[in-house]
């Protein structure tokens, strides 16, 4: 199982970014799948969850009406487009199975940093 998250940066407060997780050696169409984060000095957190099929989502309170989880099966991909982001948003974030689905294995993650 490879996951691979990519598309963070350093953005303003407010501003916008797409992260993207590439996955293999899975059937990825079947899992539901989830966005998880993790701050400095605090421990990961989820943040979104989508069924396998996309038509249902889960967002944390304090993403809700700025973060849209979304997937693409047809690619094994899956995304998270984050709006009005603030730095609290600020972590490292993950992809992996939902919950119990979870890999043993995560993959390196990518920066997401608030500031300006």
């Known amino acids: 199982v490879h996951l691979v998250e990519s598309g963070g940066g350093l953005v303003q407060p407010g501003g916008s970014l797409r992260v993207s997780c590439t996955t293999s050696?899975?059937?990825?169409?079947?899992?539901?799948m989830s966005w998880y984060r993790q701050a400095p000095g605090k421990e990961r957190e989820l943040v979104a969850t989508i069924n396998s099929v996309g038509g249902g989502t889960f967002y944390m309170d304090s993403v809700k009406g700025r973060f849209t989880i979304s997937r693409d099966n047809a690619k094994n991909t899956m995304y998270l487009q984050m709006n009005n982001l603030k730095p609290e948003d600020t972590a490292v974030y993950y992809c992996n199975g939902a919950g119990q689905l979870a890999f043993a294995s995560w993959g390196q993650g990518t920066q997401v940093t608030v500031s300006s």
């Open positions: 050696g899975f059937t990825f169409g079947t899992y539901i």
